[in-house]
Nanobody, 118 residues
Framework: QVPVQFGGGSVQTGGSLRLSCVKS?????YDWYRQGSGFHRDFVAG???????TYADSVRGRFTIAQDKVTHAIYLQMNELKPEDTGMYYC????????????????WGDGTQVTVSS
């Protein structure tokens, strides 16, 4: 079962969007990746069950990854969006292991488009 993604859309420069991702059946580490015009997916942000968040330099201070306390989904709040943030965003999940690390096996969500116009 792949992670289920929600959100995305189109905004103008400076706008905001929120993406959400949830995967059932265990405890997971979550990462968000962006794929632009090419085939490569770039890391955007990640969070573990300990709520330790990491960010790419290009989004730090503008994006926030956290867990929704009501739905328990992981969301990526994207503020001050720029045209270079445009792309297909993919949620990637890895199982959280007992030692606090994330498994090598991973699952990709189906992707959601984010478009930022100037």
């Amino acid at each position: 079962q792949v992670p289920v993604q929600f959100g995305g859309g189109s905004v103008q420069t400076g706008g905001s969007l929120r993406l959400s991702c949830v995967k059932s059946g265990g405890t997971w580490c979550y990462d968000w990746y962006r794929q632009g015009s090419g085939f490569h997916r770039d890391f955007v942000a990640g969070i573990t069950n300990e709520n330790t968040a990491t960010y790419a330099d290009s989004v730090r201070g503008r994006f926030t990854i956290a867990q929704d306390k009501v739905t328990h989904a992981i969301y990526l709040q994207m503020n001050e969006l720029k045209p270079e943030d445009t792309g297909m965003y993919y949620c990637k999940t890895r199982r959280l292991l007992s030692d606090g690390s994330c498994s090598q096996q991973f699952y990709w969500g189906d992707g959601t488009q984010v478009t930022v116009s100037s």
